[in-house]
């Protein structure tokens, strides 16, 4: 039945799939996966905080008593009773989010997706942080923009550095909790300023919030959304919280904006699994996570102080590195002379791993920073690699 | 806490997003919901198909065992074993499908939309069957190709008319087997004629393959990817053969493309889900298709069956209809003076629905088809709603 094929196809890509990359941090995963290795590059939330038995009860429970609704294809913008949960847990004093401007999407990389589709036209101005989070320059990178990055200092980004380049651009994606790659964190009056100043020349601002619940201490920082509802897309995922394999996140934005994306939603793959959202509902819906996220905190908190005290022990003075008070992530910025890049190869062979830091530029990056995760990594062996790592970064001064 | 807003943005949508439309199946489907109303218009499997009992051990399993794995985050391309299972159903005698060959994704709608994000730059052409497939048109929509109709007849996709239109063609999508919306296949000799004219000609060739295990008699046809398998891009899912609601299709295309796709499908969800990709596997790895298949082919047969007599029974001569050998669908062409659309209109008044045929055509549709659908209602409802539905037509001649 094979038929004679001498001449296969040259396959003709788009002009966007040509500049497709593969994720440079998922490169050096795959490297890194050898369980001898110490790695902190990973941005994979600890195992050891997945509710599996929570999980596994919920999938019983919702399949026993509404298993031929779960299993049946269900409505684009997601699963009713989960997305006023949502909206519910947005909705502050001040200002009421509605269960209409909330659509679920699978993992909040796809809300990157949707927005950069629905945003952005080849050559838009796009604005992101200084370092940005790969993930999203990966996804709007799709769409063919022209990124401009916004200035940022160790308090994260300068509201009144926006305007000397928002001229035509079509959004501002900020991250301003724990942020992935730096774990900094915006000020109060930041917040403020930044929401003020979008409002003011009417620049959509995303607020992707990925890390906010995972504070280690004190409460969390309000949300931009709650500050003007009509300028602001937010961006939250159960991954980080609960589990990322199951693939479940949100978008929260204003109606007409949310509505577009729904129909950008239907045509890519119509909609979110109804089973993960039924089963995320009745996980949360009784206050599960007002237990759970404190573990997570802990957990975490714990192995972050664990990295910054032995960083304070074992990295030679000129270099510096952020303290973050929640998240996943550290950033280092090593002397001017350090290549990260150099230096990841003689750490891999030393057996300990990290993310070089340029990638997370959508511009120029600077070749001196890199990112450690320590949410995977238990405390003694954090610190035996970050002893060998502060050896290796000696020996190249 | 909340900003003063007195000038709310105007949305300035992208190109690509300003021709987004819902589906008009979508909308059609909302008003036939309610029970008292008798609707051929649904595109949805039967639950009495869903294995739910199957699923749920399979879930407890799968979570018991593996749950810390299932519940994190995972490879782009998918969960290996299933990508090996699927590699190996779809390999024959002569032609050997590689693992590295298949993409997994969230539902095979996601499949559509990473074609046309790789293979379609705007203004590109693209064929389709005369009609096709509505999901496909909104999934490359997006992508803003020039659509070109290839004829079809009785017998589906008339290969001979490829080569009219073909030129500058960045892909031809098909749907062999038990097409949405006509129910219609291919014969053995068109798919060889099909497979030769696209290698000859170089255009890439999918294969839409969803329905293709629903035969309600004989052998499934032979798969035109294992005739060419270097240049069809062959798209299958699990929506149909098990449950939709868990999102799981897959792609297999050769290997410089899949790639290609891979980045494309990382960039826009990072992977789907990895509990869904291990349940199913779990499910399926033991032959449970095998047993489980026929049982929707017998209910579909039967109530297609039911369809078609009431039909011969109730429908004035002048209107025509194909007698589908599986899948879900039949299609009716009614006399050229009524518009499918009118039809609707009243019987929706007389409590019957289905689809008219008209946005199922790329270009211009015919306005005096639509589209019926069996598998959700049970016989005594069929042979009802057809007798009203031949009424409304007689009365309309």
Known sequence: MKIENPNPIQWQFSERAQGLQSSFIRE????????????????????????????????????????????????????????????????????????????????????????????????????????????????????????????????????????????????????????????????????????????????????????????????PMPKMVAMNPDGVIYMGSFSKVLTPGIRLGYVCAPLPLVRRLELAKQAADLHTAQLTQMVVHEVVKDGFLDEHIPTIRTLYGNQCRAMLDAMAEHFPAGVTWTRPEGGMFIWVTLPKQIDAMKLLDTAIAARVAFVPGAPFYANEGETNTLRLSFVTVPPERIREGIAILGKLIAAML
């Open 28 to 219: 050096i995963l795959k490297i890194t996966q050898r369980p001898e290795i110490i790695s902190f590059a990973g941005g994979l939330p600890s195992p050891a905080t997945f509710p599996v038995e929570r999980m596994k009860a919920a999938y019983d429970k919702v399949l026993s008593e509404t298993g031929k609704v779960a299993l049946q294809y269900g409505p684009t913008d997601g699963y009713a009773p989960l997305r006023e949960w949502i909206a519910h847990s947005l909705s502050t004093a001040g200002t009421k989010i509605l269960p209409e401007q909330i659509l679920m999407v699978s993992g909040s990389q796809q809300a990157l997706d949707l927005i950069g589709k629905v945003l952005i036209d080849e050559g838009s101005r796009v604005l992101v942080e200084t370092p940005s989070y790969l993930g999203a320059l990966q996804a709007f990178s799709v769409y063919r923009p022209e990124f401009a990055s916004v200035a940022t200092d160790d308090d994260g980004l300068v509201p009144s550095s926006i305007e000397g380049v928002a001229k035509g651009a079509r959004l501002l994606y900020s991250l301003p909790n724990f942020q992935n790659p730096t774990g900094r964190s915006l000020s109060l009056a930041r917040r403020q300023e930044l929401v003020e100043t979008c409002a003011r020349i009417k620049l959509p601002l995303i607020e992707d919030d990925p890390y906010g619940a995972l504070s280690y201490s004190g409460e």
